[in-house]
């Protein structure tokens, strides 16, 4: 994406996301002289404390490992403006970067349809067995008769979250002959058919739990032993938000012991999970890389997204998807 605004002085972008050098140039290359790229000498705290009195445009870094909390705050006397390449922003510090006057941004909505295909690909691929048919084949076996399987249309999917995502899945779900309640911290004007309920009614009412909330401190560790324990028998959790959301270990427990039929996850907590973790030996949790949203056309809006707020910014226009409440025109310093 070229912009094509008048050039001004050229503005410190710190890009931190864990991407080649090259890679990041290749994609600020349309902005041409607006900005001088950085990146750290490493791709740890130490290093991005060094880089950062310089910086005035931070590139967030979507792993996590480099967030903006108070004290990195306090490093970066120039910084004007934080443009996170994702959705999720937790690890930054959204009040000490309001205190400072610095707009945070995220790319909502890129991933929303990605991330809900995966949602249901995984609800499907959970309750008809696909990875288990596939393994007993590989084995030289022909499991036809032995892998009990289900029906999506006709299940009661509970979507914890109406975001963007959820409402997504609540479409999509919906399409498939599902009938669909949601949870979320008020009941929305348009919910796609879709029944409100509270969470532990939602919990206990549904045979396909999908987790599309935010992580926060009120929703950290939500589905924990005693939700589970309430999810009725043979149900299954699919998990497209955040790790935290869910003791993995009550999650593991409630699975091998035939409560849940089973799980499908694609985030962790924390990330990726230990090589000897025991939710990667368990043949009913479908394992996915933190990848839902990973699709070429997601990414492309990502780039879209974030080139096009560093190309307002630079310019002196408003930039879109401000999170922390500060103004969304970005003052230089």
């Not at 008048?6 to 890009?15: F, I």
């Not at 779900?173 to 669909?180: E, P, T």
């Not at 000897?276 to 990414?299: E, K, M, N, V």
Request: aromatic share 4%; net charge negative; hydrophobic share 50%.
């Amino acid at each position: 994406m070229t912009v094509s605004d008048p050039p001004s002085a050229t503005w410190k972008v710190l890009a931190l996301p864990p991407l080649p050098e090259s890679v990041l140039r290749g994609l600020l290359a349309g902005l041409g002289d607006r900005v001088e790229l950085s990146v750290p000498a490493r791709h740890d705290r130490p290093a991005l404390l060094e880089a950062l009195p310089d910086a005035e445009i931070v590139i967030g870094d979507w792993s996590g490992a480099l967030a903006l909390d108070a004290e990195a705050v306090r490093h970066a006397p120039r910084l004007a403006f934080v443009q996170q390449p994702g959705v999720g922003v937790e690890g930054h510090d959204l009040e000490a970067l309001r205190a400072a006057g610095v707009p945070l941004a995220n790319a909502a909505g890129v991933n929303t349809l990605a991330v809900a295909e995966w949602c249901v690909a995984a609800a499907l691929a959970v309750l008809r067995r696909l990875a288990e048919g596939d393994r007993g084949m590989r084995a030289g076996e022909w499991p036809q008769l032995t892998l009990s399987r289900r029906e999506l249309a006709g299940a009661r999917v509970g979507i914890a979250g109406f975001g963007p995502i959820g409402a997504a899945c609540a479409r999509l779900f919906g399409a498939l002959g599902c009938q669909v309640s949601y949870w979320s911290r008020s009941a929305r004007s348009e919910s796609y058919g879709a029944a409100y309920l509270g969470l532990d009614d939602l919990v206990a009412s549904s045979d396909v739990l999908v987790l599309v909330v935010p992580l926060t401190a009120e929703t950290r560790g939500m589905l924990d032993e005693r939700r589970l324990a309430a999810m009725p028998t043979g149900s299954i959790v699919v998990n497209a938000a955040r790790g935290g959301l869910v003791d993995h270990a009550a999650l593991l427990t409630a699975v091998e012991s035939g409560h849940l039929a089973g799980a499908a996850l694609d985030v962790y907590d924390p990330e990726p999970p230990a090589a000897g973790d025991p939710i990667r030996a368990c043949d009913r949790i479908l394992l996915s890389p933190h990848a839902a949203g990973a699709t070429s056309q997601a990414t492309g809006r990502l780039i879209e997204c974030v080139i096009g707020n560093l190309g307002a910014a630079v310019a002196g226009r408003p930039v879109v998807n401000v999170v922390n409440g500060v103004d969304p025109l970005v003052i230089r310093r």
